[in-house]
T-cell receptor
Framework: DTEVTQTPKHLVMGMTNKKSLKCEQH?????MYWYKQKAKKPPELMFVYSYEKLSINESVPSRFSPECPNSSLLNLHLHALQPEDSALYLCASSTRTENTEAFFGQGTRLTVV | GENVEQHPSTLSVQEGDSAVIKCTYSDSASNYFPWYKQELGKGPQLIID???NVGEKKDQRIAVTLNKTAKHFSLHITETQPEDSAVYFCAATPGNYQLIWGAGTKLIIKP
C-alpha cells in the first residue's frame, strides 16, 4: 500500500477562519512533508518532519502551522490566510529524508475568499 | 545550489508514437532522479526513478536514462496511450531532503 490520504479534498475558507488539513500514511515512513503547488508550477516545499520532529521550515509564514501528532499523521493548521494562499496543498511521505522515493497524496484544493 | 531545467514545456505526440522529455541538472552531487506524473486535480505520482550508479532503467513502456558526465537525464515513453496525457516533472536531489524540481512538461497524446 503506497497510499497517502489527505482530507479534505476541497476547502473554501474566509480570511478570518481557522481550519486544518490532515494527512495520513500507513507505510511506516518516518519522513513527512507539506508542499504548496500553484497552477502550472512544480510543488514548493514548506515543511519537513523527520521522526515526528520538525526538521525543515522553508521560511513559511506563521499563519501556516504544522503538527505531527504521531508517525502516521501530519496536520497543517491554517489561520488568517490571504487570497494568495489559495493553492493545492500536498502531503508526501518517504522512508527517510535523503535520496529516496517520496509518495504524494491527492492534495487539498484550498481557496481563500 | 542545484538547478534543474526541463524541456520541452509542452509536447504533443500522436497516439502510439514515442515521447521523450529531457532534464539537465547543475550539481554533480545529485545522486537520485525521480520522475513524477501529475494528472489534472491529482497529486504527483512517482512513475520511475534512477540513481547515479545506474545508466538506464526500464519499466514496461517507460524508461529513464542518465548521463552523469553531461548531467542530463531523460524520460522515454513508448507506444503512447491517451492515459499518458498529463504533466510530467523531473527532479534531482543533491543528497539532502530537498527535491529540486524541473518546471514540468505537459504531454498531450493526440488520437
Amino acid at each position: 500500500d503506497t497510499e497517502v490520504t489527505q482530507t479534505p479534498k476541497h476547502l473554501v475558507m474566509g480570511m478570518t477562519n481557522k481550519k486544518s488539513l490532515k494527512c495520513e500514511q500507513h507505510m511506516g515512513h518516518r519522513a513527512m512533508y507539506w508542499y504548496k503547488q500553484k497552477a502550472k508550477k512544480p510543488p514548493e516545499l514548506m515543511f519537513v518532519y523527520s521522526y515526528e520532529k520538525l526538521s525543515i521550515n522553508e521560511s513559511v509564514p506563521s499563519r501556516f502551522s504544522p503538527e505531527c501528532p504521531n508517525s502516521s499523521l501530519l496536520n497543517l493548521h491554517l489561520h488568517a490566510l490571504q487570497p494568495e494562499d489559495s493553492a493545492l496543498y500536498l502531503c508526501a511521505s518517504s522512508t527517510r529524508t535523503e535520496n529516496t522515493e517520496a509518495f504524494f497524496g491527492q492534495g487539498t484544493r484550498l481557496t481563500v475568499v | 545550489g542545484e538547478n534543474v531545467e526541463q524541456h520541452p514545456s509542452t509536447l504533443s505526440v500522436q497516439e502510439g508514437d514515442s515521447a521523450v522529455i529531457k532534464c539537465t541538472y547543475s550539481d554533480s552531487a545529485s545522486n537520485y532522479f525521480p520522475w513524477y506524473k501529475q494528472e489534472l486535480g491529482k497529486g504527483p505520482q512517482l512513475i520511475i526513478d534512477i540513481r547515479s550508479n545506474v545508466g538506464e532503467k526500464k519499466d514496461q513502456r517507460i524508461a529513464v536514462t542518465l548521463n552523469k558526465t553531461a548531467k542530463h537525464f531523460s524520460l522515454h515513453i513508448t507506444e503512447t496511450q491517451p492515459e499518458d496525457s498529463a504533466v510530467y516533472f523531473c527532479a534531482a536531489t543533491p543528497g539532502n531532503y530537498q527535491l529540486i524540481w524541473g518546471a514540468g512538461t505537459k504531454l498531450i497524446i493526440k488520437p
